[in-house]
């Protein structure tokens, strides 16, 4: 199981680092972290929970839930929706090349953007379901 997640997600993130949407919003290279510096740079991203379970008892596949953050001190919610938009636009529906599995599909679920109680950083939540069978 932990193969194809991290299958998946070494995809997802070349995937987004490649893309030039997300580069124009978060650098380029792209500020994305699975663990954030102290002094990371904003706006940038961070690889969020991920989860996988069983998905219809088909050998070896998975159903996986991956989600990613977005932090901001822009003032107001435009510039995280931005760079959501442009998350949304380079992976919904993608084509990911996986190492010993295949992408059957990765969809968009759920975004939010709201403010951090600090009352300066905004954040935005993006949620993607995908699924993955063994080649």
């Known amino acids: 199981m932990s ?17 030039a949407a997300v580069k124009a919003e978060i650098g380029d290279p792209p500020r994305i972290y699975d663990d954030p510096p102290d002094d990371a740079v904003f706006p940038y991203m961070t690889l969020g ?53 295949r992408l059957v599909n990765i969809r968009f679920v759920f975004g939010d953007a709201f403010r951090r109680q600090d009352g300066e950083t905004y954040q935005g939540a993006i949620r993607f379901r995908a699924v993955t069978e063994p080649e």
């Open 49 to 101: 929970e991920a989860r996988a379970r069983d998905w219809r008892g088909v050998d070896g596949g998975l159903e996986h839930e991956i989600r990613f953050h977005v932090f901001s001190r822009y003032a107001g919610r435009r510039e995280v929706k931005r760079i959501m938009g442009a998350v949304y636009d380079a992976l919904h529906d993608a084509t990911l090349t996986l190492t010993g599995h």
């Open 3 to 19: 193969n194809a997640q991290w299958e998946l997600q070494r995809a997802v993130y070349q995937a987004l680092a490649a893309d």
